[in-house]
């Protein structure tokens, strides 16, 4: 009997991941000891495969693995032999563990990467193990290799985490009308994307802290006639640590199908080194120019020496890189509709600064890769500015990242568009609000009048996007008297277009960490607001009791709430306000004359219910509704989740109230 090649593969698959689940490996090894201590005696004689085969047999395991594999039918329902089947509209996680099929295009090849555990994480060595159903932080793997994300499920944080994992990696040859062909061994070769590894760790609270991010190369599987190999990666911290490793994950790597030519690991290794080579020399040709340009640039005014101007930045790996590294043309496919809703998205990760161990009051220095800053939904206000930045390029805006200050001389980071009117936009990336800028002249006569700042912006050093770098000459750094007439060499020293794509164009140095893309969100959003809503009635009903306070819900009232938060969700969007009308009259049918209506609106990132329920008791109005008491006191609470890319949240909470006034 013959298989489809797909069918063969996936074949393959379940007895692999059935051999996984058994520890075969671990089994096979404890075998293979005994064997040669017992067989070899004084004539030292070399083990057969069939000896071997023996010993296997006379332990029980191949009975073992035959017992266990159990291979199921799937019998077609009526509806899905009627249809052709549909993808999930949505995924939702029950941690269930199943085994996921996958068709595999047979003229296509595959990088089949495990990882099969993890050691050494000496940070959790104290660790006591979780109890069952007990709450605990957790690791999270995640992947990005050429326009692929993958996911790990969440394991236990542990000295050694039972982090044991499958991805199927396509590898495609790039080009126009050769995705679709097999890629051979010197093709492979030339393929100098890593596989970016980041890991997460999620506490009990869900706040994510950024573990290690890891880049490594694939192509040592090339050499090997099997197509296999496994070997173990040294996951190094993050930011002040990152010369400290984190701990050691043992990987292993699979080709398929295998290469009918393997290329000597010489070949392999000089490739390597001429592409390291080749990096080296480009980052120090673009150092040279930069030292060259920034004298170049106090010359003109001894007191540029104080402006903020960026060259470079280092990212999480303390590796410096040229800022215009940080941002690129990033599109969102139909993930995101327009510019306004990519600022409410950046705008929804929330923001922190990189940790700092010890006192001092200096800011640590670390602008994240797009991979490590969108797995862990958090980072500085720089990672905020190159994404929005890089989203506002990718809808076809002339966007820039500006560095300068804002009140009380604080460093900050925010996006500057110019119209083709020669209008400026600023926009605030951590909160998505726009201001118009208009300069003051200074040349004006002292009753002329005068434009009033809009924005909380105070001084600009430099604007950068992913081609052009300018540092601010002008005699002024404030930004109510800057003029962004970029073309002006007097106001604007601009750096060269070609030495900056020489080191940031994308391929143009193998040291760039490649452009993830923005995942659609996996959290269903009906789903979320119900349960988050359920938590919120619980605590609400438990707050009053302990106040000696009965709690009667009204359902109808709680659902007239929706409108209003729709209306504020769309409002922080678009920047236009509608719906209000129809809520108030709504409202006002809803509430029996002789009666009192009070609600409160809160908006939130996460999905804490019992953080948020804190924080709104932490407000008189909210405490004064929820602690309501008097005749006929009736409570409604509505929520509403939004989903964005990334499974970034805005989370609006409504609480109200009616009660019947009494004189």
């Not at 050429?146 to 396509?170: I, M, T, Y």
């Not at 809703?341 to 161990?357: D, G, I, M, N």
């Not at 504020?568 to 004359?593: K, M, W």
Request: proline residues 6%.
């Amino acid at each position: 009997m013959s298989l489809p090649p797909e069918k063969a593969s996936e074949l393959k698959q379940i007895i692999h991941n059935h051999l996984l689940r058994m520890d075969i490996h671990g089994k096979i090894r404890e075998v293979l000891a005994e064997t040669v201590r017992d067989d070899q005696g004084p004539a030292h004689r070399s083990l057969s495969e069939a000896d071997f085969l023996r010993a296997l047999q006379r332990r029980g395991i191949i009975d073992d693995v035959m017992k266990d594999l159990h291979f199921t039918q799937k019998v077609p329902t009526e509806a899905e032999t009627r249809s052709p089947p549909k993808p999930a509209t949505h995924f939702v996680d029950k941690n269930i563990t199943k085994l996921e099929k996958t068709n595999i295009d047979p003229c296509r090849r595959y990088l089949y990467f495990q990882v099969l555990g993890g050691k050494a994480f000496l940070e959790h060595l104290q660790e006591p193990e979780p109890l069952p159903g007990q709450v605990c932080s957790t690791f999270t793997l995640y992947l990005h290799f050429r326009n692929q994300r993958f996911r790990s499920k969440p394991v236990p944080c542990a000295c050694e985490p039972d982090l044991k994992e499958g991805f199927l990696l396509e590898i495609h040859r790039d080009g126009v009308g050769e995705g679709s062909k097999m890629a051979d061994a010197t093709t492979l070769l030339s393929m100098c994307d890593p596989v970016h590894l980041v890991l997460i760790r999620t506490d009990t609270s869900s706040e994510t802290t950024l573990v290690s991010s890891y880049f490594l190369d694939w192509r040592t599987v090339l050499s090997l006639p099997s197509g296999k190999t496994c070997f173990a990666v040294e996951l190094m911290g993050v930011g002040s640590e990152c010369k400290v490793p984190a701990g050691v994950l043992t990987v292993s790597l699979e080709l398929y199908p295998p290469l009918t030519e393997t290329l000597s690991t010489d070949i392999i290794s000089t490739q390597q080194s001429l592409e390291r080579q080749r990096t080296a020399e480009k980052e120090r040709l673009f150092l040279v120019y930069a030292k060259q340009w920034w004298r170049e640039f106090l010359e003109i005014r001894p007191s540029h020496q104080s402006k903020m101007v960026k060259i470079f930045a280092q990212d999480e790996n303390g590796v410096n890189r040229p800022v215009c590294s940080y941002v690129r043309v990033l599109r969102a496919g139909r993930l995101l509709e327009s510019p306004r809703q990519a600022a409410r998205f950046v705008s929804l990760l929330a923001l922190e600064k990189a940790p700092v161990v010890g006192g001092g009051g200096g800011k640590q220095e670390q602008w994240c890769t797009l991979m490590a800053f969108l797995c862990r939904g958090k980072g500085d206000c720089e990672d905020h500015a190159t994404l929005l930045c890089s989203l506002l390029l990718g809808f076809g805006l002339d966007a820039y990242v500006c560095v300068g200050t804002k009140a009380k001389g604080t460093p900050h980071t925010w996006v500057l568009t110019r119209g083709t009117d020669g209008s400026i936009t600023f926009w605030e990336s951590l909160t998505a609000h726009r201001y118009l800028h208009q300069a003051i002249d200074p040349d004006a006569p002292p009753l002329a009048p005068q434009p009033k700042p809009s924005s909380p912006y105070r001084t600009v050093g430099c604007v950068f996007n992913h081609h052009t770098f300018l540092a601010n000459c002008q005699p002024s750094d404030a930004v109510e008297l800057c003029v962004f007439d970029f073309q002006n060499q007097s106001r604007w020293k601009a750096m060269s277009e070609e030495a900056l794509k020489s080191v940031c164009a994308p391929g143009s140095t193998t040291s760039l960490p490649p452009l993830p893309p923005i995942c659609a969100p996996s959290l269903d959003p009906a789903a979320a607001s119900n349960q988050l809503e359920l938590e919120m009635r619980y605590l609400v009903s438990e707050h009053r009791k302990d106040l000696d306070l009965a709690t009667v819900w009204d359902d109808h009232l709680s659902y007239l709430l929706s409108s209003a938060l729709s209306a504020y969700e769309l409002e922080r969007c678009t920047g236009i306000s509608c719906g209000n009308e129809e809520f108030q009259d709504a409202v006002r049918r809803a509430v029996p004359d002789g009666h009192t209506f009070k609600g409160f609106p809160i908006h939130f990132l996460h999905r804490n219910a019992r953080r948020a329920f804190a924080t709104c008791l932490r407000s008189p109005f909210c405490e004064e509704i929820v602690c309501c008491r008097g005749d006929h006191v009736r409570l409604a609470v509505r929520v509403r989740v939004f989903a964005y890319p990334e499974n970034a949240c805005a989370v609006w909470l409504m609480f109200a109230c009616k009660y019947r006034s009494v004189l």
